[in-house]
């Protein structure tokens, strides 16, 4: 029977278990050598990180062919415009060429999310808001570098479902195992 691992990996924790110098990796908070990490997460960003011992599920969920939606809070910098929403959801041209169409929305702060250690630069002259973005792609920096093509950088990025499966009310470092 498949073991599936949600995890609600922590802010500046690397997605392998490889000691990599002084940078935080899983092997701090999962001590299972079956696991595999199904789809990668920026050590500069949170959230949901699926892991599992399913060579097939790892494949379905991290491979980008089967186009699985990857929902994401984004805090950025400024106040998003209805253009750059429509930006958003038409797709952005970045350097490696045009994104699929995005689902873009304005959120307020998601309830029950945890403090962050170091919090995000404030600025009092500049606000911020945040965007729900859900995305069926998986290049790299992906959802950071759309913002930024927008003129609103991400200050801080949560993934908060990929698939079916939710973050939830898991804590930083908190994991739940499926079987």
Same mark, same amino acid.
């Given at each position: 029977?498949?073991?599936?691992?949600?995890?609600?990996?922590?802010?500046?924790?690397?997605?392998?278990?490889?000691?990599?110098?002084?940078?935080?990796?899983?092997?701090?908070?999962?001590?299972?050598?079956?696991?595999?990490?199904?789809?990668?997460?920026?050590?500069?960003?949170?959230?949901?990180?699926?892991?599992?011992?399913?060579?097939? &599920?790892?494949?379905? %969920? =991290?491979?980008? !062919?089967?186009?699985?939606?990857?929902?994401?809070? *984004?805090? $950025?910098?400024?106040?998003?415009?209805?253009?750059?929403?429509?930006?958003?959801?038409?797709?952005?041209?970045?350097?490696?060429?045009?994104?699929?169409?995005?689902?873009?929305?304005?959120?307020?702060?998601?309830?029950?999310?945890?403090?962050?250690?170091?919090?995000?630069?404030?600025?009092?002259?500049?606000?911020?808001?945040? &965007?729900?973005?859900? %995305? =069926?792609?998986? !290049?790299?920096?992906?959802?950071?570098?759309?913002? *930024?093509? $927008?003129?609103?950088?991400?200050?801080?990025?949560?993934?908060?479902?990929?698939?079916?499966?939710?973050?939830?009310?898991?804590?930083?470092?908190?994991?739940?195992?499926?079987?």
């Amino acid at each position: 029977m498949a073991t599936l691992v949600l995890f609600n990996k922590p802010f500046q924790v690397l997605s392998q278990f490889r000691e990599s110098g002084p940078r935080h990796t899983l092997s701090a908070f999962l001590h299972d050598p079956s696991l595999r990490v199904a789809g990668r997460l920026d050590y500069d960003s949170e959230g949901l990180l699926l892991l599992s011992d399913d060579g097939q &599920l790892v494949q379905k %969920i =991290s491979n980008p !062919r089967f186009k699985l939606e990857k929902t994401y809070w *984004a805090q $950025v910098e400024g106040e998003p415009t209805a253009e750059a929403l429509e930006q958003l959801r038409s797709g952005v041209i970045l350097n490696d060429g045009k994104t699929l169409p995005a689902k873009a929305r304005l959120i307020e702060e998601p309830l029950n999310l945890w403090s962050r250690d170091p919090p995000i630069r404030y600025r009092a002259n500049i606000p911020t808001r945040w &965007l729900e973005l859900t %995305i =069926s792609e998986g !290049r790299n920096r992906q959802v950071r570098r759309m913002t *930024a093509a $927008v003129n609103f950088p991400t200050l801080r990025l949560i993934r908060a479902r990929v698939g079916e499966w939710s973050l939830g009310e898991l804590k930083p470092g908190e994991l739940i195992t499926i079987k």
